[in-house]
């Protein structure tokens, strides 16, 4: 799974910052939402090197040294991943007050399976002191 930044920078014809205006600008999927930001996110391999890509839309405005974690829960089910680079940044996007944030986590193969069959209630990010909660998005 890949994405295109062209994308999510993009213009759009809406100037209003909720999350469907959000969603509705983006091609992709959305992963999880929570009051202001809209996660899209999916696993991805390289060369053998297994990541969870996330994208963060919304009103995420951070600059970072320190990494950030993944936490998944869920029926019986935790998982937390840490991200592939410690240092990492939000980007503007041509809509005010909008941003884009790329991090990857690294996942293990092993884990990649229980992931993807867990039924989860929630994702959480931690950044810095931060605490996002993303519930799972379910179109209208």
Do not use: W
């Amino acid at each position: 799974m890949g994405f295109s930044l062209s994308k999510f920078f993009g213009k759009t014809e809406t100037s209003e910052d909720s999350i469907e205006a959000i969603i509705a600008s983006v091609e992709h999927q959305a992963y999880g939402v929570s009051d202001s930001n809209v996660l899209f996110a999916g696993l991805n391999e390289l060369g053998g090197y297994f990541f969870f890509q996330t994208i963060i839309v919304g009103t995420l405005n951070v600059k970072c040294k320190n990494g950030a974690k993944l936490t998944f829960k869920g029926e019986n089910f935790e998982l937390t991943l840490n991200s592939d680079s410690l240092e990492f940044e939000s980007h503007h996007t041509e809509i005010k007050g909008r941003y884009v944030t790329n991090i990857d986590f690294q996942i293990e193969e092993s884990d990649i399976k229980a992931l993807q069959e867990a039924t989860l209630s929630e994702t959480l990010l931690n950044i810095k002191k931060e605490q996002l909660f993303f519930t799972k998005y379910i179109a209208p």
